[in-house]
């Protein structure tokens, strides 16, 4: 590591320099060489030089010019690396199976969240993610008031596998990390639902203080309530923002059973 280009903190720039953290990082997203992977704030290139020995194509996505000339010198002889001279959120996802291996922007968390997995999740496969301590924690609340989280618990798989010391990193941030764990389920319903699905989730948690009866009365009947409680189990009493995931998704697919589609949130 030079000390040339030492990363500026105020950019959350923050160097994974744990050989550890970055084969566990690999292993866990099972990387074999039909993947296409994307290495998301790639920055000297740490996990990048690891994945492109594992995956058929590594993309390199980094958002600062002296990093970016440093990529394309190193990966210059590796036919499957893409070095991308781009900033995320204004990236072009490939529209093909990919996964994510990567110390993300900590600034930027959220909005590759909603990327990742719900704009692009039809092609997502999941993957391994060193994102802040706090920012994961938040990801297995008891009480959810994010409709993403739901979403993204309904679809994936996460674990946070293993913290990780601000040691592990060059310079040192003044945060905890987390090693994130994304495995993609087997879907209970089509992708192409996933706009109604969060339409639904948002409906109901536009009054995270109200009861699970109250809130359910703005989409089904009373008997229809009633038949949802006796059928999984669900507390009517306890607040909406209380409810898991997996109740949140036998909700939906109970409201695309009996509850004609004119009345569905939009």
Known sequence: MTKKKLPVRITGQHFTIDKVLIKDAIEQADINREDTVLDIGAGKG???VHLLKRARNVIAIENDTALVKHLHKLFSNERNVKVSGSDFRSFEIPKTPFKVV???PYGITSYIFKIIMYEEVENFLGGSIILQLESAKKLFARKIYNPYTVLYHTFFKLKITREVS???FL???TVKSALLHIKRKNKSFDFELKTKYLAFISSLLLKPDLSVRTALKSIFR???IRAISEKYGID????IVCLVPSQWEKCFLE???VVPEKYHPT
């Open 46 to 48: 740490f996990l990048t």
């Open 102 to 104: 990567s110390n993300i």
């Open 166 to 168: 601000p040691e592990s």
């Open 171 to 173: 310079p040192p941030p």
């Open 222 to 224: 009373k008997g229809q």
């Open 236 to 239: 009517l009493n306890s607040p």
């Open 255 to 257: 409201m695309l059973e």
